[in-house]
């Protein structure tokens, strides 16, 4: 998969924010904009990054493998990162990732059939006081019940997402609305 001339425009603008001794600094900068583009980090766009920074294949694979956000295969078109620590389990979680996995018909790992949904469970998000949560691609889900967790699915199904849960109480309240 070739890259396309906006990657390359882009990666220009990450790394002129960079000193040229510093350019490594852009790594993740400049992962997330590929991932972003290309859906995945494909090996020819791990290698292409080498290139444009200077950096080692194996400092790329590293950054790459270490962070989950951070994806080395194909995933589906919504990715569900469902909280599986003890908080959220004593609320209900444990039960309710049985349900989105019986309602998706996948387990953590596994893409739907149809390419829409990729389950992950994680440790935590950060969100404990709000379980259980989940989070899809960038939005935040929490106090989750059955019936949210069936509203945020089919809506995404339909194409018609179920607003997130904003503003969220994990990047801030900066509008000073209630929570």
């Given at each position: 998969?070739?890259?396309?001339e906006?990657?390359?425009?882009?990666a220009e603008?990450i790394?002129?924010r960079?000193?040229?001794?510093?350019?490594?600094?852009?790594?993740?900068?400049?992962?997330?904009e590929?991932q972003?583009?290309?859906g995945?980090?494909t090996?020819?766009?791990e290698e292409?990054v080498?290139?444009?920074l200077g950096?080692?294949p194996?400092?790329?694979?590293?950054?790459?493998?270490?962070?989950s956000m951070?994806?080395?295969?194909?995933?589906?078109?919504f990715?569900i990162?469902?909280?599986e620590n003890?908080?959220?389990c004593l609320?209900?979680?444990?039960?309710?990732q049985?349900?989105?996995e019986?309602?998706l018909g996948?387990h953590?790992?596994?893409?739907t059939?149809?390419?829409?949904f990729?389950?992950?469970?994680?440790?935590?998000l950060g969100?404990?006081?709000w379980?259980?949560?989940?989070l899809?691609?960038?939005?935040?889900?929490f106090?989750?019940?059955?019936e949210?967790?069936?509203q945020?699915?089919?809506?995404?199904?339909?194409?018609?997402?179920?607003k997130?849960d904003?503003?969220?109480p994990l990047l801030?309240n900066?509008a000073?609305?209630k929570v």
């Amino acid at each position: 998969m070739p890259i396309s001339e906006s990657l390359k425009k882009k990666a220009e603008e990450i790394v002129f924010r960079y000193p040229e001794d510093k350019r490594a600094s852009a790594l993740i900068p400049l992962l997330f904009e590929v991932q972003r583009e290309l859906g995945w980090i494909t090996p020819e766009a791990e290698e292409w990054v080498v290139e444009t920074l200077g950096v080692t294949p194996v400092r790329v694979r590293e950054v790459i493998t270490f962070y989950s956000m951070m994806r080395a295969e194909p995933h589906g078109k919504f990715i569900i990162q469902f909280c599986e620590n003890i908080s959220c389990c004593l609320t209900g979680g444990e039960e309710l990732q049985h349900h989105l996995e019986h309602k998706l018909g996948i387990h953590p790992g596994e893409t739907t059939k149809d390419g829409l949904f990729t389950l992950k469970c994680v440790e935590c998000l950060g969100g404990c006081s709000w379980g259980p949560m989940m989070l899809v691609n960038e939005d935040q889900y929490f106090q989750l019940t059955k019936e949210r967790v069936d509203q945020v699915i089919d809506g995404l199904r339909s194409g018609t997402p179920v607003k997130a849960d904003h503003p969220t109480p994990l990047l801030g309240n900066v509008a000073g609305e209630k929570v």
